[in-house]
T-cell receptor, first 119, second 110 residues
């Protein structure tokens, strides 16, 4: 249980275009989903937290107009990188939490990540 | 925000050896977590710790939540090739948000 998928796994786009990444919880309903960015050989940096049906909460320094997050259902959140530039190239990872009370099942379960390369 | 100091940054060991890594923080966390990340994949939860002083095992892995709530360690006994990867500690501040350590990259020589 607690499987999270991401699509696509890898995307290459031209500078100035927009890219949408999907995050799905496959076998549970996720009250909260998180989006992280990871640069090579670095740790995960939280970009934003999204709760179903409400606006995402962005971390300091993350541009909400550039990284659009939509959490339309309890099993799907999307991250859209608008007007992507080479410096946006990174590994984007989502996570989801079932939101049940107690135990490790309430922790964040991570998707496999999406490698974005902006040319 | 809070930061975690994870050490060592990298380890090169022989197969069969035991491994130890730790994380420290200047602030208190109410939960400590240990994740493993393989190349090109997302992190996978290994152990979750919820109480100060708690010692928890998961197979060959053992982790402890420090009494001061500002540190945690992870031990791996009798390492095998599939233990290779990057290990991250994470502390939870508040209800949900996680703060990650810098990671420990484990390399095993057969």
């Amino acid at each position: 249980g607690a499987v999270v998928s991401q699509h696509p796994s890898r995307v290459i786009c031209k500078s100035g275009t927009s890219v949408k990444i999907e995050c799905r919880s496959l076998d549970f309903q996720a009250t909260t989903m998180f989006w992280y960015r990871q640069f090579p050989k670095q740790s995960l940096m939280l970009m934003a937290t999204s709760n179903e049906g409400s606006k995402a909460t962005y971390e300091q320094g993350v541009e909400k107009d550039k990284f659009l997050i939509n959490h339309a259902s309890l099993t799907l959140s999307t991250l859209t990188v608008t007007s992507a530039h080479p410096e946006d190239s990174s590994f984007y990872i989502c996570s989801a939490t079932p939101g049940l009370a107690g135990g490790s099942y309430n922790e964040q379960f991570f998707g496999p990540g999406t490698r974005l390369t902006v040319l | 925000g809070q930061q975690l100091n994870q050490s060592p940054q990298s380890m090169f060991i022989q197969e069969g050896e035991d491994v130890s890594m730790n994380c420290t923080s200047s602030s208190i966390f109410n939960t400590w977590l240990w994740y493993k990340q393989d190349p090109g994949e997302g992190p996978v939860l290994l152990i979750a710790l919820y109480k100060a002083g708690e010692l928890t095992s998961n197979g060959r892995l053992t982790a402890q939540f420090g009494i001061t709530r500002k540190d945690s360690f992870l031990n791996i006994s009798a390492s095998i090739p599939s233990d290779v990867g990057i290990y991250f500690c994470a502390g939870r501040e508040g209800a949900q948000k996680l703060v990650f350590g810098q990671g420990t990259r484990l390399t095993i020589n057969p």
